[in-house]
């Protein structure tokens, strides 16, 4: 099985046109009836965005319409066409022609977009040789097979799974822990309140409702935020936003928003908005705390009985420890922007009623992101609101539907992720020569960029490995990792990047051998509806035939496993069939239900399309934990809300010490280190109408947005006057780490001193060089690329500052979006 290239360039040659050129964009290879190729045919379908029903006619997906059972559609499903029919397909196996020709001497720049057209045998050949040539020359630590990210919904067909499950039985590799979204949140909140929490489902909008006098939207905007999901959502949750906004405007609810912004959230309820300076909640915590404690308006018996630590934490506030300095108001307002009387309204506001806290991810993408988590859990433990319903803290509900109430009714389960009992990989090394085997996820550039150093993580030493080949499957790092120019010069070190995805992404532009992947609208599947409520099971019918050569990732790895021996292939799908799969999982899930949910027959289910679980119950979060902390413990090391951590103390970080504490950034805005040279804080949240940068290339999405074909970047009226820039304009965004155009929507819902651009803006250069401008607007051109600490070692996306200006001369044509230069030899 093994390939030499000269030989492979050779065969090149003599391939007929017939064997590259894969069946037509529109028309299905089935035979259709003649009412269904007039009228065409109506089939149901799950994404991210939302479920929906799709008019298929001859063999192109015609309409669509929301689900009847969604009554809040994302306006992002009218996107949905412009993801199956977009010019940015991978439409065939590619592979970059410097990485093909090198043993010729060629230049191994990447990124110069020059791919050579190939057949899915060749691919899937150079794939697996070198697979092959990296374990026996490197063993398991040359190989990164673990990054992941935000795949295609449903949950046989998920990319992540299929890859890691096919390359596990080729040998063993390097994974990563943690994620972009969440990484130093899900790291400290452990500690503090005894689980992730980021993903756990929160107390239900019913009882917050009912329950609570006081909310706190603090960096959180979960009216933009709520569209998407991991699994299909259902948006019964805007249902719940709509009755507060009902209750802000009766006045019966009172509702902050905690933001530098003006948040969607906080137009649509037409709630109070709290300015803050970018980066400094912590301080403002700091001085919260202080004002609650000198004014006695903490809950000193739920302090005693819930939780530990709080005379070491409260030293320090009041400037006994550490650095010796009380964080009154009058400290914290010259950092934060708040007024030292604004602190003490809003401190003695919260103690006056039921409060409950809700915090986005943003805050937590930062340098030292772990600090404002925990003090959040501090600020809800002093007024003593944890386990109530409507009060204590959250950090989940603007996510997925978090808070809808929940069915209990178990899902369907997916395909295996590992290998089953008594299968063994092809090379069964498991010496990884004393580097990690997992890493911290947000350090895998680190990683390729000097292996053998060694990084504290969560209480561990880790090792960085040699990592020389990356595997991608369906997501895109090129997106969610930071500081562009550094990813150039670090990809200068690795030999091999395999990228499997359905349209060119700065990944797969990236990488030396590209596969093509379908849409999930181009397979069968299944789905939860509802991530956290579990409303029910959803269909997810196949719209159309895979375009072009796209095949699903079942059958590429399938194609993969193949090539390693005689009936692995077999061995890898179980030996089914994708629907005996999508068959498997739903029985599975009938039989999970049996006795509490009647399910029907896989049949009917499949012509139908969708199963309701009825409705859900209400649940209030650390409500067992209240009532009885002996009988139901947290998961922290003492059983109680850890204040202080001491395990945390005995790791002896710089950076994340035994309490909650303020650390100054490297860069921050508003007088702070760096803002004398680029005085300018970069927003760069989540989008609105696309998920991270899926939905990115649909031009039907893109253009109900996009500035002169840029991604927009919303400045303050006046900032913008004072440079000269108009509404419509282009602007050049740079610091030291890169530079990229934009467009300039000028809004007075951004302060002074603050640029916003959504992240998931594809990464579009003008060339390969260190340095080039960014032609269509990623913030990750610029944005910093350090740990949030020792503990997390997370993104911190959130730390960084730019200067911007109009953008003088002709700009350059975008080019994110178009695929590779198609190269013949």
């Known amino acids: 099985m093994k390939m030499n290239r000269r030989k492979f360039l050779k065969g090149m040659l003599s391939v007929s046109a017939t064997a590259v050129i894969g069946p037509s964009l529109l028309v299905s290879t089935d035979a259709k009836a003649s009412s269904e190729l007039l009228d065409g045919v109506w089939r149901t379908t799950g994404s991210h965005w939302g479920a929906f029903r799709a008019?298929?006619?001859?063999?192109?997906?015609?309409?669509?319409?929301?689900?009847?059972?969604?009554?809040?559609?994302?306006?992002?499903?009218?996107?949905?066409?412009?993801?199956?029919?977009?010019?940015?397909?991978?439409?065939?196996?590619?592979?970059r022609l410097d990485w093909l020709k090198r043993s010729e001497g060629w230049n191994t720049t990447r990124g110069d977009n020059r791919f050579v057209r190939v057949t899915w045998d060749q691919a899937l050949d150079l794939f697996y040789a070198e697979l092959e040539r990296v374990q026996k020359t490197y063993g398991p630590s040359g190989l990164l097979?673990?990054?992941?990210?935000?795949?295609?919904?449903?949950?046989?067909?998920?990319?992540?799974?299929?890859?890691?499950?096919?390359?596990?039985?080729?040998?063993?590799?390097?994974?990563?822990?943690?994620?972009?979204?969440?990484?130093?949140g899900q790291t400290i909140l452990p500690y503090v309140l005894g689980s992730t929490e980021v993903y756990a489902q929160q107390t239900s909008w019913p009882l917050v409702l009912e329950n609570a006098k006081q909310i706190i939207i603090w960096?959180?905007?979960?009216?933009?935020?709520?569209?998407?999901?991991?699994?299909?959502?259902?948006?019964?949750?805007?249902?719940?936003?709509?009755?507060?906004?009902?209750?802000?405007?009766?006045?019966?609810?009172?509702?902050?928003?905690?933001?530098?912004?003006?948040?969607?959230?906080?137009?649509?309820?037409?709630?109070?908005?709290?300015?803050?300076?970018?980066?400094?909640?912590?301080?403002?915590?700091?001085?919260?705390?202080?004002?609650?404690?000198?004014?006695?308006?903490?809950?000193?018996?739920?302090?005693?009985?819930?939780?530990?630590?709080?005379?070491?934490?409260?030293?320090?506030?009041?400037?006994?420890?550490?650095?010796?300095?009380?964080?009154?108001?009058?400290?914290?307002?010259?950092?934060?922007?708040?007024?030292?009387?604004?602190?003490?309204?809003?401190?003695?506001?919260?103690?006056?009623?039921?409060?409950?806290?809700?915090?986005?991810?943003?805050?937590?993408?930062?340098?030292?992101?772990?600090?404002?988590?925990?003090?959040?859990?501090?600020?809800a433990s002093m007024l003593g609101g944890i386990g109530l319903p409507g009060g204590g803290v959250s950090y989940a509900h603007h996510y997925s539907g978090i808070g809808e109430p929940a069915t209990g009714a178990a899902g369907p389960g997916g395909f295996p992720r590992n290998l089953d009992p008594g299968m063994t990989p092809l090379h069964n090394n498991n010496d990884f020569k004393g580097f990690s085997s997992t890493i911290p996820v947000a350090r895998w550039i680190e990683s390729i960029e000097e292996p053998g150093k060694e990084i504290n993580?969560?209480?561990?030493?880790?090792?960085?490995?040699?990592?020389?080949?990356?595997?991608?499957?369906?997501?895109?790092?090129?997106?969610?990792?930071?500081?562009?120019?550094?990813?150039?010069?670090?990809?200068?070190?690795?030999?091999?990047?395999?990228?499997?995805?359905?349209?060119?992404?700065?990944?797969?532009?990236?990488?030396?051998?590209?596969?093509?992947?379908?849409t999930q609208f181009e397979r069968d599947d299944i789905d939860l509806y509802g991530a956290y409520s579990a409303t029910g099971v959803l269909a997810m019918h196949k719209l159309v035939d895979p375009l072009y050569q796209s095949r699903t990732d079942f059958d590429i790895f399938k194609g993969l496993t193949q090539r390693f021996g005689v009936g692995k292939d077999k061995e890898f799908a179980q030996d089914m069939n994708d629907m005996q799969w999508v068959e498997k999982l739903y029985n599975e899930c009938a039989e999970a239900n049996k006795g509490k949910f009647a399910m029907p027959d896989f049949e009917t289910f499949w012509k139908d399309g969708y199963v309701s679980f009825g409705e859900g119950s209400t649940f209030v979060r650390h409500a067992a934990f209240r009532e009885d902390p002996e009988l139901n413990p947290l998961g922290t090391p003492s059983?109680?809300?850890?204040?202080?951590?001491?395990?945390?103390?005995?790791?002896?970080?710089?950076?994340?010490?035994?309490?909650?504490?303020?650390?100054?950034?490297?860069?921050?805005?508003?007088?702070?280190?760096?803002?004398?040279?680029?005085?300018?804080?970069?927003?760069?949240?989540?989008?609105?109408?696309?998920?991270?940068?899926?939905?990115?290339?649909?031009?039907?999405?893109?253009?109900?947005?996009?500035?002169?074909?840029?991604?927009?970047?919303?400045?303050?009226?006046?900032?913008?006057k004072a440079k000269g820039i108009k509404d419509g304009d282009l602007i050049r965004v740079y610091n030291d780490r890169g530079q990229l155009i934009a467009g300039a929507v000028v809004s007075d819902s951004y302060p002074p001193g603050v640029i916003r651009i959504q992240e998931g803006a594809w990464y579009g250069p003008t060339g390969s060089e260190i340095g080039a401008i960014d032609t269509y607007g990623d913030p990750n051109t610029v944005t910093l690329d350090v740990g949030t600490s020792e503990l997390a070692q997370a993104c911190s996306a959130y730390t960084c500052l730019v200067e911007y200006e109009k953008f003088k001369g002709e700009a350059p044509a975008v080019n994110a979006f178009s695929g590779p230069i198609e190269v013949k030899i």
Not at 245 to 254: F, I, L, P, Q
Not at 357 to 375: A, D, K, L, S, T
């Open 457 to 518: 993580y969560n209480g561990n030493k880790v090792k960085l490995p040699p990592i020389k080949m990356v595997v991608v499957s369906g997501n895109n790092p090129w997106h969610h990792h930071q500081d562009h120019n550094r990813m150039k010069k670090a990809y200068h070190n690795i030999e091999t990047a395999v990228t499997i995805d359905f349209a060119w992404t700065a990944t797969c532009r990236f990488s030396d051998i590209v596969l093509p992947a379908c």
């Open 55 to 95: 008019r298929v006619v001859g063999g192109e997906v015609a309409e669509i319409v929301p689900f009847s059972h969604d009554k809040n559609p994302s306006q992002m499903i009218d996107g949905i066409k412009g993801l199956i029919y977009n010019p940015s397909r991978v439409r065939y196996p590619m592979v």
């Open 639 to 720: 059983g109680f809300i850890e204040i202080t951590s001491r395990k945390i103390g005995s790791y002896g970080y710089e950076y994340c010490q035994e309490h909650p504490m303020w650390f100054e950034k490297a860069e921050r805005s508003h007088g702070g280190p760096g803002s004398d040279k680029f005085p300018f804080w970069l927003q760069s949240c989540h989008p609105d109408k696309r998920l991270h940068s899926q939905m990115c290339e649909s031009p039907a999405m893109r253009e109900t947005y996009a500035v002169q074909g840029r991604e927009p970047a919303y400045i303050n009226p006046a900032d913008a």
């Open 219 to 379: 960096a959180n905007d979960p009216v933009k935020n709520a569209q998407v999901g991991w699994q299909c959502p259902t948006h019964d949750v805007y249902d719940y936003f709509a009755q507060l906004k009902d209750k802000v405007a009766k006045g019966e609810t009172r509702v902050i928003c905690v933001d530098p912004v003006a948040s969607k959230t906080q137009k649509y309820l037409g709630c109070e908005h709290q300015y803050i300076n970018p980066q400094t909640d912590v301080p403002f915590m700091l001085a919260i705390a202080h004002t609650l404690y000198t004014e006695k308006l903490y809950d000193k018996n739920f302090l005693d009985v819930y939780c530990l630590g709080f005379e070491d934490f409260i030293g320090y506030v009041m400037g006994q420890t550490k650095d010796k300095v009380e964080k009154t108001p009058e400290w914290a307002a010259e950092i934060c922007g708040i007024s030292a009387d604004g602190i003490r309204d809003f401190a003695r506001m919260l103690a006056s009623d039921r409060t409950q806290i809700m915090f986005g991810w943003c805050v937590q993408r930062q340098q030292h992101g772990e600090q404002p988590y925990w003090m959040g859990a501090v600020i």
């Open 145 to 184: 097979a673990g990054q992941t990210g935000w795949r295609q919904t449903g949950q046989f067909q998920s990319c992540t799974t299929h890859m890691q499950r096919a390359l596990a039985m080729h040998g063993y590799f390097v994974k990563k822990i943690g994620d972009y979204s969440t990484g130093a």
